[in-house]
């Protein structure tokens, strides 16, 4: 039995259905869904190409033009690998840019091929309109619970042992601090746009509208949060957790030296990807070096080297406890203590990870 094409958007991605996006390369760049695939129809050349005989001419040499350029070998290539994302994904549908020419042209080589395939209608610009929509929506009709605290606390870990909630940095891909980048980079706006509002959309299917945070500042590296969830998050309720200094020094040495060390050298190999991550801790301490001021800085600077020539002399990591312990009380602890008096109103419990976690899961998130 033949599958209709769909604009039941929001089932899409509920149930987490496989796309296969036909659009170009630098479009698929330029935003797309979560898990969708891009097999394109044309190449950007090839599809550049065909816009020029489009604006030159008029669409029937536009299209004339296309088929020349995507035909005999090539076209089967793109055919084949439709065709294997198909039988991958049997329940899947394709688009492209507005649900028209394209995916039209693409269906009709797969029905070709033996294989009917439905196709989204009004394609990636009706789904990304649907999505921001619905964003702006679920954000106005959710009730957020913020869980924050000193840096190095066990937030993101809090927020990963809860069902009802939406991890923000792991869809930013990044850790939410000037040391928070990882060893690959961040999705684009669009790219973190479309998976938080997948993420509040599939959350409000199951009936979840309370809903908790980790407590951000309004750009999580390079991706910014809506606007109306950072003036909504401005007001919610806050848990607040409290963690040791000797505990919350190991949690910053495994993830921004252990872990982000491990990044880079899976990325470049062992002694490139030292090189790299030296450098980059080196770097996001330059980065405060106006807050912290000249001799903080040149101090903690000169402990971090230390600690990076001992770890690659010897392979220990004592003596970054050293900058790491200096910068949270330092810098990071006093300015998250002048936060935690603005919102001292709006804290609803307190405690250590532990307890923080158990609340919450006893409150439904």
């Not at 695939?37 to 004339?64: C, F, W």
């Not at 089967?76 to 994302?85: D, H, L, P």
Request: with cysteine; charged share 25%.
């Amino acid at each position: 039995m033949t599958r209709p094409d769909t604009e039941d958007f929001a089932s899409l991605f509920t149930r987490e259905v496989a796309l296969l996006d036909v659009r170009a390369p630098i479009e698929f760049e330029q935003g797309a869904f979560p898990g969708a695939s891009n097999l394109p129809l044309m190449t950007d050349d090839e599809r550049h190409q065909v816009g020029l005989r489009y604006k030159q001419v008029n669409q029937e040499a536009a299209i004339k033009l296309g088929h020349e350029l995507v035909s005999g070998d090539i076209k089967a290539v793109r055919v084949a690998q439709w065709k294997a994302f198909a039988q991958a994904h049997p329940e899947g549908y394709l688009y492209c840019f507005r649900g028209g020419l394209r995916s039209r042209i693409s269906q009709s080589w797969l029905a070709e091929a033996g294989i009917e395939y439905p196709r989204v209608v009004g394609g990636y610009k009706a789904m990304r309109t649907f999505l921001l929509e619905s964003l702006t929506q679920h954000i106005d009709e959710s009730d957020f619970v913020l869980v924050s605290g000193l840096t190095g606390s066990g937030k993101t870990e809090v927020v990963q042992a809860l069902s009802a909630t939406v991890d923000l940095e792991k869809l930013a891909h990044h850790r939410g601090s000037s040391f928070g980048k990882h060893a690959t980079d961040q999705p684009v706006q669009i790219n973190f746009d479309n998976s938080l509002a997948i993420a509040l959309l599939r959350l409000h299917a199951q009936g979840k509208t309370r809903i908790a945070l980790e407590d951000e500042s309004r750009m999580i590296g390079r991706c910014a949060l809506p606007i109306s969830l950072r003036d909504k998050m401005q007001t919610s309720s806050v848990v607040w957790l409290e963690e040791p200094m000797p505990v919350r020094v190991e949690r910053i040495l495994h993830d921004y030296v252990e872990d982000l060390g491990a990044q880079f050298s899976v990325k470049l190999g062992a002694e490139a990807g030292f090189d790299a991550f030296s450098a980059r801790l080196l770097e996001s301490l330059q980065n405060l070096v106006k807050r912290l001021g000249g001799e903080r800085h040149a101090r903690l600077a000169a402990a971090m080297q230390a600690a990076l020539d001992e770890q690659q002399s010897t392979g220990t990591l004592d003596l970054h406890r050293e900058w790491i312990r200096s910068l949270l009380s330092e810098y990071y602890d006093p300015m998250y203590e002048h936060q935690r008096e603005s919102k001292r109103s709006r804290v609803i419990f307190s405690g250590d990870r532990a307890a923080v976690t158990e609340y919450l899961l006893d409150k439904g998130f």
